[in-house]
């Protein structure tokens, strides 16, 4: 299927690993122009110059605080012609009510709640002088509550809203706005949590992938599932599309309800 998303601009946040670096991925074989944000320039390694080398995209890479206002203001000007804006960085910790203080809370909405928020408005107003697509990778801990991530399941209910109410009348402006909710993902960090969750209850973390075993098909879903359903969302195949979230979880929210 030709998503006919050829010569697109592509500004992905946390796009240096995880999700963000697969859909990095799968932009660039659709022929995409890549403005990619991160905290650190190492943490990209040679992503750049592999994009180009690969795929023969122009690829950017941009160093950026998403907490500081100043550092969003710079981005917006240096990739806002983005036709597509993926918000995707985030990192709240787990924890219930007494073990989140209000500095971490805060901390940890800074960059995922109001990262989102304060950059989909300096992209948005920007974004309706051509039409675009803006996606927010959220989490589907906004949509099945849980007493042990409270400020993650919290966060991401806000940004389900956020997105919900945003994209109900943005095809006015010729801008849709969709949200992905995933479950599980294979990524660095889960497999830290498992890796950890193994050593206590096994005694060795290589045995990780035994508590996957509880998941769907036996696994977490790969990052590029999640970086595909993004292309596709992106796409003018999903051109009446907005105002809507997409969970992808491998049923868990449906069996929870």
Request: aromatic share 8%.
């Amino acid at each position: 299927m030709d998503l006919h998303l050829k010569g697109k601009r592509v500004l992905i946040t946390g796009a240096s690993r995880g999700i963000g670096a697969a859909a990095a991925e799968v932009f660039a074989q659709e022929g995409c122009e890549l403005h990619l944000a991160a905290r650190s320039l190492k943490s990209f390694g040679n992503m750049g110059s592999r994009m180009l080398a690969e795929f023969g995209v122009k690829c950017t890479t941009h160093v950026v605080d998403l907490r500081k206002p100043e550092d969003l203001a710079r981005l917006a000007k240096d990739a806002g012609d983005a036709d597509i804006l993926i918000n995707n960085a985030g990192d709240i910790p787990g924890g219930p009510l007494d073990k989140i203080d209000e500095a971490t809370w805060r901390h940890a909405w800074e960059l995922k709640v109001f990262g989102y928020i304060n950059l989909t408005r300096l992209i948005y107003a920007q974004m309706k002088a051509w039409g675009g697509v803006i996606i927010n990778d959220i989490g589907a801990a906004g949509e099945r509550f849980d007493f042990d991530y409270i400020a993650g399941t919290s966060g991401n209910a806000a940004l389900m809203a956020f997105t919900r109410a945003l994209g109900s009348k943005s095809l006015r402006d010729n801008i849709r706005v969709v949200g992905i909710n995933p479950g599980p993902v294979e990524t660095d960090r889960i497999v830290a949590l498992m890796k950890t969750q193994a050593k206590a209850r096994f005694g060795d973390e290589e045995r990780y992938r035994e508590l996957m075993a509880r998941f769907p098909l036996g696994r977490a879903a790969r990052p590029q599932e999640i970086a595909d359903m993004m292309a596709f969302l992106a796409s003018d195949r999903s051109a009446y599309t907005s105002g809507v979230i997409v969970t992808i979880d491998g049923g868990i929210s449906a069996r929870a309800s």
